[in-house]
C-alpha cells in the first residue's frame, strides 16, 4: 500500500494488524443480545450477556476472516470440534439423485444468476443446468439484447449493462405456483424483471421509481395480486441532486409493483431501512425485515443498536390511503407515508407496524401455514417467530413474538418442509439446522430444544430452499443449501472461486438430513425456487398469436427486399433446413436495414441462428418464431451472413450474402 488514507503514521496498520481489528469488532458484534423490550430505548451495544463458548468464538474469528475478505480461513477451523452435529448418513432410504440418461427432474429449480444478471435452470434433484435465461444481461446465444424487441426493452429499462438479480419468486394462484411466471429484483439498478415461462424467456423488465437497490422481492401471496420490492438504499427522495449531504433526509421505500402491467402503483417510506420480504398467505400482510434502524452510512453506525425493525405493511390499508388520496407523488408514483411519526401510524390501525427484533436481521420467510414469519437474527444467533395473526392487535413483541429458538451462529434465511420444520442456514457456523416450528412456539426463547439436528456444509451458506417451499403445501423431498463459498470443494480455478450449492436429502423431515451432492456455481446465485415439473407447461414452438410486437410471420414465399425510402430497406425472409428465404439480398451503403426472420419450421428443438459478420447482430429463432433487427449498412463490402445453431447435416452451408454496395459507386 502505498496510499493510506490516515492523517498520522500511528494511523497506519500493517494488513495483519487490520485483520485483526476487523475480527475484534466482528466477534464484539456477535456478541449475543438480549431480546430487546419495547420500552428499553437504550441503544448501546450490550456486551454483558456475552455467552459465546469457546468453539464460538473460532468459529466467529474463522468467519470474521471469511467476511472480511481479506484473510482466507481454514475449513478445519470452522468445521472442526462438533458439537451437536450429526453425521451424514441415514441408512439406506434416500432416492438417487442422479437421474438416469434420458430421464427427466422432477422439479424445476430457478436460480438467480447474482452479477450475471441470468436466471439458471436446473432440474432437481440432478442439479443439471437445462437452461439460462438472460434477463438484465446481454446473451448472444439466446439473441437477446441484439435483435429489436430485446434491445428496445433493455434499452428502456435503463439501457445498463448488467444487474444483480438475488430473488427469484414465481407467480401463484391459491398460494400454489401456476407456472406463469417468475419475477427477479436487480438490486443494482432497482428493477425488476418478468420471465414467461411458457416460453422461458423475459418479456418485461421496470425500472421502478425512486428506488435504489430493491432487493427483497415478492409475490404477494395467495394469487399474486403485487409483487413487491424492497429499497435497501437510503436515498434523497427525488435523488435528484438534493440533501446529498443530509443522509437524515434519506428515505427507504417498499414498493407495490402490479404483475402484468408492471406498473408501479404504490409506494410507502419507512424509517430505517428494508431488506428482506415476504408475504403472509392471505393477502393482509407483507413483512419486511431491516437493518440501519440507526439511519447510518456507516457500517460501525448500521449495526450500533441491539434491535432494528421489521416492518409488518397492512396492505390493505395502505390501499385505502392511497385511495383517500393520503400521499405525495414523487416521479409519478404516490408514496404514501409509513415513518413512525406519521399521521397514518397513530391510532389502532397503523398501516407499518413496527417490530423490534434482534439484531440487524437478515431474511423473512413465512411458513407454509401462513402462520407464523421467521426472521432470522444473522449478528443474533436466534430466529424470531412472529405470529401473524397477532399483529392485527399490536406491535408488542410481547404479543406477537411467538417463540424465538437459538439456532446458531450467524443465522440468515429458513426454509420448510410442510411437515411442521424449519431450516435455517447458519452463515458463520456453515451448517443447516433443522427445528422444529411447535416445539418453538412453547419453548422458552433463547433455547436450544426445538433444534432437531445440524447438518454442516461448505462453506458459509446464504439462502436455503426446500422444493416448492413458498407454497402452502410443499413437497419437502430435497433441500438445497446455496454456500456463498467453496474453498477447497472442487479444482482450483484460480482466485475467483465458484459458489457451491449442495443438495440435501430431507425426505419430507422424516428422516435425517443427508448431504448428497456439491455443484459449483457461477458467481454469484442468491436464491432459487422449484416447482414441481408438472406446474410448468413450457411451449416446444412459438404460436405466433403470442408475439409480443407487431412482426409479420415471413413465409418462403413473401421474403424478399423492398426499399422503403432514400436511405432504408425491409428484407423479409424465412428460415429453414437449410437455408434462408434469400440467397442474397443488396443494399445501399448507409441504408438503415430492417430486416425480419422467421424459422418457418414446426419441429421441435430446430432453432436457425442468423449471424451477420462485423455488424455484431446474433439471432436466435425457435421454430414459428419471428425476429427483426434494425441496422445501419454502413460498411461496404460482401457479408456472408449464416446459421449459428447446428440444425441438420447441411448446417454448414446454411448461409447467404448480403452486399452493401458503396453509395457512390
Ligand atoms: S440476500 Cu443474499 S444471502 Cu439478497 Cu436473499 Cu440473503
Ligand atoms: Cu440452420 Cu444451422
Not at 404483475?259 to 430505517?272: A, F, L, N, R, Y
Amino acid at each position: 500500500m502505498t496510499n493510506t488514507p490516515s492523517d498520522s503514521d500511528d494511523d497506519v496498520l500493517d494488513p495483519d494488524a487490520l485483520v485483526e481489528r476487523h475480527e475484534k469488532e466482528l466477534q464484539d458484534l456477535l456478541a449475543e443480545v438480549d431480546e430487546p423490550t419495547p420500552s428499553d430505548d437504550s441503544p448501546s451495544l450490550n456486551l454483558a450477556g456475552l455467552e459465546l463458548d469457546r468453539r464460538d468464538f473460532m468459529k466467529a474469528g474463522a468467519a470474521t476472516g471469511v467476511m472480511s475478505g481479506l484473510a482466507g480461513c481454514t475449513g478445519s477451523l470452522m468445521n472442526g470440534g462438533q458439537s451437536g452435529s450429526n453425521q451424514q448418513s441415514s441408512g439406506g432410504s434416500t432416492p438417487e439423485h442422479l437421474v438416469e440418461p434420458g430421464e427427466h427432474d422432477e422439479y424445476y429449480g430457478f436460480w438467480s444468476g447474482g452479477q450475471s444478471g441470468e436466471i439458471r435452470v436446473m432440474g432437481i434433484p440432478s442439479m443439471r443446468v437445462l437452461m439460462r435465461i438472460p434477463v438484465f444481461n446481454k446473451d448472444a446465444s439466446r439473441g437477446y439484447g441484439y435483435d429489436d424487441e430485446t434491445r428496445q426493452m433493455l434499452e428502456d429499462a435503463g439501457d445498463y449493462t448488467w444487474g444483480d438479480n438475488h430473488h427469484p419468486v414465481l407467480s401463484e394462484t391459491d398460494g400454489d405456483y401456476d407456472g406463469e411466471y417468475l419475477w427477479v429484483n436487480d438490486k443494482a439498478n432497482g428493477r425488476l424483471a418478468r420471465v414467461n415461462l411458457t416460453y422461458f424467456e423475459t418479456d418485461a423488465i421496470t425500472d421502478v421509481p425512486n428506488m435504489q437497490a430493491i432487493h427483497g422481492c415478492t409475490v404477494q401471496s395467495p394469487d399474486t395480486k403485487y409483487i413487491f420490492g424492497n429499497g435497501e438504499f437510503r436515498t434523497p427522495l427525488p435523488n435528484d441532486g438534493r440533501d446529498v449531504h443530509s443522509p437524515e433526509n434519506y428515505e427507504s421505500l417498499f414498493a407495490a409493483i402490479n404483475p402484468e402491467t408492471m406498473e408501479t402503483e404504490w409506494q410507502v417510506k419507512v424509517d430505517g431501512n428494508l431488506d428482506i420480504v415476504d408475504t403472509d398467505k392471505d393477502g393482509r400482510w407483507a413483512i419486511s425485515s431491516a437493518y440501519n434502524s440507526e439511519e447510518a452510512v456507516e457500517v460501525s453506525g448500521m449495526t450500533h443498536d441491539d434491535r432494528d425493525y421489521v416492518k409488518a405493511f397492512d396492505v390493505p390499508a395502505i390501499e385505502q390511503a392511497v385511495e383517500n388520496g393520503n400521499y405525495e407523488e414523487v416521479n409519478g408514483v404516490p408514496i404514501v407515508d409509513g415513518t413512525q411519526e406519521s399521521s397514518l401510524n397513530q391510532g389502532d390501525n397503523p398501516i407499518v407496524r413496527y417490530i423490534p427484533t434482534p439484531k440487524s436481521p437478515h431474511c423473512v420467510e413465512v411458513e407454509p401455514n401462513g402462520d407464523y414469519a421467521m426472521v432470522a437474527g444473522k449478528l443474533s444467533p436466534t430466529v424470531t417467530m412472529l405470529d401473524i395473526d397477532a399483529l392485527d392487535e399490536s406491535s408488542d413483541p410481547e404479543d406477537v413474538v411467538a417463540g424465538r429458538p437459538k439456532v446458531g451462529l450467524g443465522p440468515l434465511h429458513t426454509t420448510f418442509d410442510g411437515n411442521g420444520h424449519a431450516y435455517t442456514s447458519l452463515f458463520i457456523d456453515s451448517q443447516a439446522v433443522k427445528w422444529d416450528i411447535e416445539a418453538a412456539v412453547e419453548a422458552e426463547n433463547n433455547s436450544t430444544e426445538p433444534i432437531l439436528e445440524k447438518q454442516d456444509v461448505h462453506y458459509n451458506p446464504g439462502h436455503i430452499q426446500a422444493v416448492e417451499a413458498m407454497t402452502t403445501d410443499p413437497d419437502g423431498e430435497w433441500l438445497v443449501s446455496l454456500n456463498k463459498l467453496s474453498k477447497d470443494r472442487f479444482l482450483p480455478v484460480g482466485p475467483i472461486h465458484p459458489d457451491n450449492d449442495q443438495l440435501i436429502h430431507i425426505g419430507q423431515g422424516e428422516k435425517e438430513m443427508e448431504l448428497v451432492a456439491d455443484h459449483p456455481a457461477y458467481p454469484e446465485p442468491h436464491d432459487c425456487v422449484f416447482a414441481h415439473k408438472d406446474k410448468l407447461d413450457p411451449a416446444t414452438t412459438w404460436d405466433k398469436s403470442d408475439y409480443r410486437t407487431d412482426k409479420e410471420f415471413v413465409t418462403q414465399q413473401n421474403s424478399g427486399v423492398e426499399r422503403t425510402g432514400e436511405q432504408s430497406v425491409d428484407v423479409k425472409m424465412s428460415s429453414m433446413r437449410s437455408e434462408y428465404g434469400l440467397s442474397e439480398f443488396t443494399v445501399k451503403e448507409g441504408d438503415e436495414v430492417t430486416l425480419t426472420v422467421t424459422n418457418i419450421e414446426g419441429v421441435r428443438d430446430i432453432i436457425h441462428g442468423l449471424a451477420i459478420p462485423e455488424y455484431d447482430i446474433h439471432l436466435a429463432i425457435a421454430p414459428q418464431d419471428t425476429q427483426k433487427v434494425t441496422f445501419t449498412a454502413d460498411k461496404p463490402g460482401v457479408y456472408w451472413f449464416y446459421c449459428t445453431y447446428f440444425c441438420s447435416a447441411l448446417h454448414l452451408e446454411m448461409r447467404s450474402r448480403m452486399i452493401v454496395e458503396p453509395r457512390d459507386g
